[in-house]
């Protein structure tokens, strides 16, 4: 079965960038599914920050959009995440999740990798 | 951007009684609306997609109805394992939308 695996960073300094990439194993990246990137702030709730396909078309949320880049790389079945300018406020589990191609209902999830910002 | 409000906050249950959750939209997603389950820890995990569909693996207690709107998720007799923090979210609209959570605790 697909099983997604998000790797990176776990410091990030403030105004820096914060890169992520989540492996996906046991299946195609190039199958029909978008591929997202979700966030969740410590004791907060969740926010999407934006999705993919594996023709390299994004969705971004508007409230990140001038931060952020998601990117595919067919070759090693992986999709990553670029937020730039970091701050405190960027602190949180970042997951990955598979969507569906017309249901953007997440049926994997990543089991999500801790980032803080801090000096 | 669509905001999806959930009540209660936070519902105290017993073991065995049923539980309603709550999820408003703030305007129709059509039935474009996912539940998911949180436990401390732990990614969340699909529960029903298009209002009232179970996910693979999902226990028959689990079930959701609504449109537009106005959505709940009902699980019929709470299990020890059910108590979680429980999210909606709309997929009708660009950005995806997740609404704050309902804390499910055991009474």
């Known amino acids: 079965q697909v099983q997604l695996q998000e790797s990176g960073p776990g410091l990030v300094k403030p105004s820096g960038t914060l890169s992520l990439t989540c492996a996906v194993s046991?299946?195609?990246?190039?199958?029909?599914?978008?591929w997202s990137w979700v966030r969740q702030p410590p004791g907060k709730g969740l926010e999407w920050i934006g999705e993919?396909?594996?023709?390299?078309?994004?969705n971004y949320n508007p409230s990140l959009k001038s931060r952020v880049t998601i990117s595919v790389d067919k070759s090693k079945n992986q999709f990553s995440l670029k937020l730039s300018s970091v701050t405190a406020a960027d602190t949180a589990v970042y997951y990955c999740?598979?969507?569906?191609?017309?249901?953007?209902?997440?049926?994997?999830w990543g089991q999500g990798t801790m980032v803080t910002v801090s000096s | 951007e669509i905001v999806m409000t959930q009540s209660p906050a936070t519902l105290s249950v017993s073991p065995g009684e049923r539980a309603t959750l709550s999820c408003r939209a703030s305007?129709?997603?059509?039935?474009?609306l996912a539940w998911y389950q949180q436990k401390p820890g732990q990614a969340p995990r699909l529960l029903i997609y298009?209002?009232?569909t179970k996910a693979t693996g999902i226990p028959a207690r689990f079930s959701g109805s609504g449109s537009g709107t106005e959505f709940t998720l009902t699980i019929s007799s709470l299990q020890s394992e059910d108590f979680a923090v429980y999210y909606c979210?709309?997929?009708?609209?660009?950005?995806?939308?997740f609404g704050q959570g309902t804390r499910l605790e055991i009474k």
């Open positions: 305007q129709s997603v059509s039935s474009n």
């Open positions: 999740a598979r969507g569906g191609y017309s249901a953007r209902a997440f049926d994997i």
């Open positions: 993919i396909y594996h023709s390299g078309s994004t």
């Open positions: 979210q709309q997929y009708n609209n660009w950005p995806l939308t």
């Open positions: 046991g299946g195609s990246i190039s199958s029909s599914n978008w």
């Open positions: 298009g209002a009232s």
